[in-house]
């Protein structure tokens, strides 16, 4: 049995986990992080950067498609395309393993310690990791609990044979003719969007009265558009029952109709995920819990004292850029800086078709919250830049305040709105006003400048509409 101590010990290098560590090293801490898997956590390996080299791959092929189809108003034509998906997974797979070094080395230039194997709690200062060489024992002034989340199950359909969760998913080596996919949020559309471009009959099985319901209407309404002219078939008001006997087929019961059938060799199960909260010795700390996640305070402390949670494991929105943000506080907390979490907003991006993405408070978010607000929203059907590419459908929504014009949220859907999110959470990191935003010069022809004329049209006076 061996043993280390040091000042601070990372359970979990998921994107919280390694940035914590990485920062930590940046500061001089003397940093251990632990690692049960791989490094890079279900961000790297089998979230975020798969699920978008997935979803470009099945984009590219899909367009290629239509002009072999003879649909390209560019005037492009080409002959059928065809798609390896051995050699797409493992091209996806190169990116993966690239950023997988290169967090590595990150944390070797900090001189983080990794250690690989499973990590068990003893007390609030002690942890035992199960390593290929035996026991090791670490010993740290402060630990970081960023252990992440993994798929949550539905009980009448484990993983298993047919039922697969969005890790498998990504590592198919062949695409399903039917897919049937149970959950319509966010890595569920984004996956199944992927799959009926590359070729798979795709049905969505949601259990709410729409997909991506934590958005509202008017931002998804032309994510169902695409979906139905991609030949996706959604099932609203619907709950998966289970297999049927001969496990080829997803049992389904509707508002109207109590059995339905929908064939299926693969049942893709994406009803969220669950903070991996069980297995690494919870019951030997005294940790206070907010329903399935660990409490903490707006210093990432949990109820120990120089114990700290970070990441998925700590509640929603469950995102890879908040897990990074807060691994980064904590490590300037625990070298001795003024830290607490004062942001303003945390963007969100949906790699649907079209992308969607949000920041702070939609118009009925401002409502419920009592605010009297402007809101100003500007078609990406006016914005040369849009059309130069396509993507005419959806637009771009600015909400401020109506007293003093501070923008309270803005929400875009259309072509590749994601890049929008750095400049929208500026915004509201900056407290900018409708005036700030109106009066910057965006480059034209850009879609950003949408944005410019979202918060022109919220003032009265939009130049292009
Ligand atoms: C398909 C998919 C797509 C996604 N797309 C996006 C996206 O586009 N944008 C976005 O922001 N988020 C996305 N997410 C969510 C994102 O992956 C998570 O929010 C993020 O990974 C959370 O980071 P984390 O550090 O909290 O935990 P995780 O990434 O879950 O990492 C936790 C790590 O802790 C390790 N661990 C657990 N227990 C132990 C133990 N006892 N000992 C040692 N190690 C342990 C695990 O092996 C794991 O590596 C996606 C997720 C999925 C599944």
Redesign the pocket.
């Known amino acids: 049995m061996k043993e280390i101590s040091c000042k601070l010990l990372v359970?979990?290098?998921?994107?919280?986990?390694?940035?914590c560590a990485i920062r930590a090293g940046q500061l001089g801490l003397d940093t251990v992080i632990?690692?049960?898997?791989?490094?890079?956590?279900?961000?790297?390996?089998?979230?975020?950067?798969?699920?978008?080299a997935l979803i470009h791959a099945a984009e590219e092929f899909d367009r290629t498609r239509r002009m072999a189809a003879g649909k390209s108003p560019l005037g492009i034509s080409l002959s059928a395309p065809e798609i390896d998906l051995v050699k797409t997974v493992a091209w996806k797979d190169g990116i993966v393993g690239r950023l997988r070094s290169g967090v590595a080395a990150l944390l070797k230039k900090g001189r983080v310690k990794i250690v690989v194997?499973?990590?068990?709690f003893r007390d609030g200062k002690t942890?035992a990791?199960e390593t290929e060489t035996g026991l090791q024992i670490v010993r740290a002034e402060a630990i970081v609990i960023?252990?992440?989340?993994?798929?949550a199950a539905l009980p009448a359909l484990p993983f298993g044979g047919p039922v697969i969760?969005?890790?498998q998913?990504?590592a198919l080596a062949k695409i399903p003719q039917k897919l049937v996919v149970v959950g319509g949020g966010?890595?569920g559309l984004?996956?199944g969007t992927a799959f009926a471009k590359l070729g798979a009959s795709v049905t969505v099985v949601e259990a709410l009265a729409r997909i991506l319901p934590q958005y509202d209407a008017e931002l998804t309404r032309p994510v169902a558009k695409r979906l139905a002219e991609l030949g996706v078939r959604t099932l609203t008001n619907a709950k998966a029952k289970g297999l049927s006997a001969k496990g080829d087929a997803l049992l389904v019961e509707t508002r109207e109709e109590k059995d339905v059938r929908l064939a299926a060799d693969k049942v893709l199960v994406?009803v969220g995920?669950k903070p991996?909260t069980e297995?690494?010795?919870r019951e030997e700390l005294a940790l206070d819990m907010d329903g399935p996640f660990i409490r903490i305070d707006d210093r990432c402390r949990t109820s120990m004292r120089d114990v700290y949670a970070?990441?998925?494991?700590?509640g929603e929105?469950?995102?890879?850029?908040?897990?990074?943000a807060?691994?980064e506080m904590v490590a300037e907390i625990v070298a001795g800086h003024k830290r607490s979490w004062d942001k303003r907003a945390i963007a969100?991006?949906?790699?649907t078709d079209p992308e969607i993405v949000t920041v702070g408070l939609s118009p009925e978010e401002a409502a419920r919250a009592g605010l009297a607000v402007k809101v100003g929203q500007f078609p990406f059907a006016a914005n040369g830049r849009a059309m130069t590419k396509l993507g005419e459908e959806g637009f771009v929504r600015i909400v401020a305040r109506a007293d003093n014009n501070v923008v309270l949220g803005v929400q875009a859907v259309g072509c590749e709105v994601?890049e929008l999110a750095a400049p929208f959470a500026l915004a509201l990191e900056m407290g900018a006003r409708l005036e700030d935003v109106a009066g910057t010069i965006h480059a034209h022809p850009t879609q950003g400048e949408a944005f410019q004329e979202a918060a022109l049209r919220a003032l009265g006076r939009a130049l292009h509409i």
């Open positions: 359970v979990g290098a998921g994107p919280g986990g390694y940035v632990v690692e049960a898997n791989r490094l890079g956590g279900a961000c790297l390996n089998v979230g975020c950067i798969p699920s978008k194997g499973a990590a068990k942890v990791v960023a252990t992440g989340s993994a798929p969760s969005s890790s998913a990504l966010y890595i984004e996956l994406t995920r991996v297995g690494w010795g970070i990441g998925d494991v700590t929105p469950m995102l890879a850029h908040r897990a990074m807060q691994g969100a991006a949906c790699f994601s």
